[in-house]
T-cell receptor, first 114, second 112 residues
Framework: NAGVTQTPKFRILKIGQSMTLQCTQD?????MYWYRQDPGMGLKLIYY???????DKGEVPNGYNVSRSTTEDFPLRLELAAPSQTSVYFC?????????????FGPGTRLTVT | GEDVEQSLFLSVREGDSSVINCTYT??????LYWYKQEPGAGLQLLTY?????DMKQDQRLTVLLNKKDKHLSLRIADTQTGDSAIYFC????????????FGTGTRLKVLA
């Protein structure tokens, strides 16, 4: 199992450009999440999905969009990139169980908007 | 709303014990988690505790939970240089979506 994979690892965007951050998991997890990590701020939830075709906003969704057409993939779209979107982005997945639900994280995408 | 707080930095000498503290606000959380993030990597689960427990021990790790004060701590015994990382506590919400609320993270630096 590759687990959760994210591409690209790094990206520099100019203000106003668009891009898609890719996330794929091979664990057949229903639940997937996108977080952003800013220094000293912990991780903030951008969007999440509880299954194919179902997405919902997290704490900081403005400026982002997601889709979930398959169980495996959960891409995050940035339209009209702004400097405030400079951050490290993490994708995670989990599957509900009877006990604690560990979230499995990808290695992250470091995005700079200049 | 929910808020999870941690101190930002902790520095200890190799071989000493480290104690990382966390306070949370959602008393209905069923599980509380500790994650470790090494430089340039994603987060990995270290341990978790069920909310009706006071303590959980797992090799060098001891988790203490004080539900009355909404205080969670992670003790690392015999801290090694490989323990240098950022440690996040997290609580899971009870909405059925298994969303986490993460703390701000504590950067642990272990001095040789």
């Amino acid at each position: 199992n590759a687990g959760v994979t994210q591409t690209p690892k790094f990206r520099i965007l100019k203000i106003g450009q668009s891009m898609t951050l890719q996330c794929t998991q091979d664990m057949n997890h229903n639940y997937m999440y996108w977080y952003r990590q800013d220094p000293g701020m912990g991780l903030k939830l951008i969007y999440y999905s509880v299954g194919a075709g179902i997405t919902d906003k997290g704490e900081v969704p403005n400026g982002y969009n997601v889709s979930r057409s398959t169980t495996e993939d959960f891409p995050l779209r940035l339209e009209l990139a702004a400097p405030s979107q400079t951050s490290v982005y993490f994708c995670a997945s989990t599957t509900p169980g009877r006990g604690a639900s560990e979230q499995y994280f990808g290695p992250g995408t470091r995005l700079t908007v200049t | 709303g929910e808020d999870v707080e941690q101190s930002l930095f902790l520095s200890v000498r190799e071989g000493d014990s480290s104690v990382i503290n966390c306070t949370y606000t959602d008393s209905s959380s069923t599980y509380l988690y500790w994650y470790k993030q090494e430089p340039g990597a994603g987060l990995q689960l270290l341990t978790y505790i069920f909310s009706n427990m006071d303590m959980k021990q797992d090799q060098r790790l001891t988790v203490l939970l004080n539900k009355k004060d909404k205080h969670l701590s992670l003790r690392i015994a015999d801290t090694q240089t490989g323990d240098s990382a950022i440690y996040f506590c997290a609580e899971s919400d009870t909405s059925g979506t298994y969303k986490y609320i993460f703390g701000t993270g504590t950067r642990l630096k272990v001095l040789a």
